[in-house]
Nanobody, 126 residues
């Protein structure tokens, strides 16, 4: 199966930037659509971004678009989430997820993703 590992989280001041990485092993990540989700402490999971296998299509919720960018380097089996203009409300555990890419529309629903990482903590201070 695909194994996913997130890294790059940490503490940053409001207005700053971070880049999260999700490294995949076990299968070729280019065959999978990837998603980023986040879960603030005590709150429900929220969709952040998605990208198709080749990297030609992306999808963001309106609250994210313009601040975060998802990208991938398939040669490195890695997906990235570049975050800028960070706000305290961005504080959460960030998870990456994968699903086989068969050309279907990118989805914000956690249930359609088959593989998940263990998460990385992002804390934005004011």
């Amino acid at each position: 199966q695909v194994q996913l590992g997130e890294s790059g989280g940490g503490l940053v001041q409001a207005g700053g930037s971070l880049r999260l990485s999700c490294a995949a092993s076990g299968r070729t990540v280019s065959k999978y659509a990837m998603g980023w989700f986040r879960q603030p402490a005590g709150k429900e999971q929220e969709f952040v971004a998605a990208i198709d296998g080749p990297g030609g299509s992306t999808y963001y919720p309106n609250s994210i678009k313009g601040r975060f960018t998802i990208s991938r380097d398939n040669a490195k089996n890695t997906v990235y989430l570049q975050m800028s203009s960070l706000k305290p409300e961005d504080t959460a555990v960030y998870y990456c997820a994968a699903r086989p890419d068969r050309g279907q529309v990118l989805s914000p629903r956690p249930a359609v993703y088959d593989y998940w990482g263990h998460g990385t903590q992002v804390t934005v201070s004011s």
